[in-house]
C-alpha cells in the first residue's frame, strides 16, 4: 500500500502581521495546547493595520472564489466547545475570484475598532479577539488562517468609592466590625483597612483574608460556578482580646487578578471577593465575605 505523504498540507502558506507589529507591546497568553505565546496588545478604538501574504506551495497555483479577512470577538464556553458567539464581526475583502500563482501580499485596515471588552482566558470560558483569513474555493475545502490578538481596556479611577463597613457576630460569643478602605479597587492598588473586636468569648486561633475570583458561565439550569482562592494573607495569630484592632494593609500588584466583568453578553460574569475567615481551636471556621470591584487604571508614561 503507497501512502501519499503530506497529502492534506494546505497548498500555501498565510501569514497574518501588524504594521506596528515590532514596536507594538505585547501580552502573554496560553494556547490550547498549555504553551504559551506572545500576540499583540490593543485597546478599543485603535487601529489594526497590516497585511496577509499569501504564498503558494511551489510548483502550485490557488484556484479560488475570494480573500476575505475578519476581525472577530468571540466568547467560547467550554462546556459548548466549538460553538463560537461573536459579539464583534467586522469583513474585509481582500481579493476578486481568480488564481494564485506566486507569493501576493494584501493590505488591510480596520479603524477605530470598538472592542468593547477585555480578552480573557478562564476555566470555563474564554473571550478572545482574532484576525481571520479565509481563501475560499470551489469543491474543496477553503483555506483558514488564524491570529490571534488581546485586548487591554482602561477605566479612569472612580468618582465616588465608598469604604466597605461591616459587622459579624455570634450571638453572645463573637461580635467583631471590619471596615476597608473602598469598595473599588484597580489591579495595583493597595487594599487597607481595619478589625475591630467588640465582644470575643470564643478562643480564636487565627484569622486570615482571602482574595476569591468567581466565575459564573451560562444561564438557568445551565449555569457552571468556578471559584479560585488567589491570595491567603494572615491577619493575626493568637487570641485577640476584646477593643483590639488589627490593621489590614494586602498589595494586590503580586496576584493574577484581571478586571470584573459583569454579565458579558449575557455569557459570563466574574467577580472579587474579599473573604474574611476565623478559625477557632476547635478548628471551626467563621466566614465574612464582601464583593469588590476591580478595574485597570489607564497607565501613566
Keep these: ?170 450571638e453572645d460569643c463573637l461580635h467583631i466590625e471590619f471596615e476597608y478602605n473602598k469598595s473599588k479597587y484597580h489591579l495595583k492598588d493597595v487594599i487597607i483597612g481595619k478589625i475591630y473586636f467588640l465582644l470575643v468569648r470564643i478562643k480564636i486561633k487565627n484569622m486570615e483574608l482571602e482574595i476569591r475570583r468567581r466565575e459564573s458561565t451560562g444561564s438557568g439550569p445551565n449555569t457552571y460556578v468556578e471559584t479560585e482562592t488567589l491570595a491567603k494573607f494572615e491577619l493575626m495569630d493568637g487570641a485577640p482580646v476584646r477593643g483590639e484592632s488589627i490593621p489590614i494593609r494586602l498589595f494586590l500588584s503580586p496576584y493574577e487578578l484581571t478586571p470584573t466583568y459583569r454579565n458579558i453578553n449575557n455569557k459570563f460574569s466574574v467577580k472579587y471577593f474579599l473573604n474574611l475567615v476565623l478559625v477557632d481551636e476547635e478548628d471551626r471556621r467563621y466566614f465574612k465575605q464582601q464583593e469588590i470591584t476591580i478595574y485597570r487604571l489607564q497607565e501613566t508614561s
Design 1 to 170: 500500500m503507497n501512502y501519499i505523504i503530506g497529502a492534506f498540507k494546505p497548498p500555501c502558506n498565510i501569514t497574518i502581521s501588524f504594521a506596528d507589529g515590532k514596536t507594538r507591546k505585547k501580552a502573554s497568553i496560553k494556547k490550547e495546547n498549555g504553551q504559551t505565546a506572545m500576540v499583540p496588545l490593543f485597546q478599543s478604538l485603535e487601529n489594526i493595520v497590516g497585511e496577509v501574504s499569501i504564498e503558494p506551495v511551489q510548483g502550485k497555483k490557488i484556484e479560488h472564489t475570494g480573500v476575505k479577512i475578519e476581525l472577530l470577538g468571540q466568547i467560547e464556553l467550554y462546556f459548548d466547545r466549538g460553538n463560537f458567539y461573536d459579539f464583534t464581526s467586522l469583513v474585509r475583502e481582500l481579493d476578486i475570484p481568480g488564481d494564485i500563482y506566486e507569493r501576493k501580499t494584501f493590505p488591510f485596515e480596520f479603524s477605530s475598532v470598538e472592542m468593547p471588552y477585555e480578552s480573557y482566558n478562564g476555566i470555563n470560558v474564554r473571550l478572545r479577539y482574532i484576525l481571520k483569513v479565509t481563501i475560499s474555493r470551489n469543491y474543496v475545502s477553503n483555506i483558514v488562517e488564524y491570529q490571534d490578538f488581546w485586548v487591554r481596556n482602561y477605566t479612569p479611577a472612580p468618582t465616588i468609592n465608598n469604604s466597605i463597613k461591616m459587622e459579624v457576630g455570634i
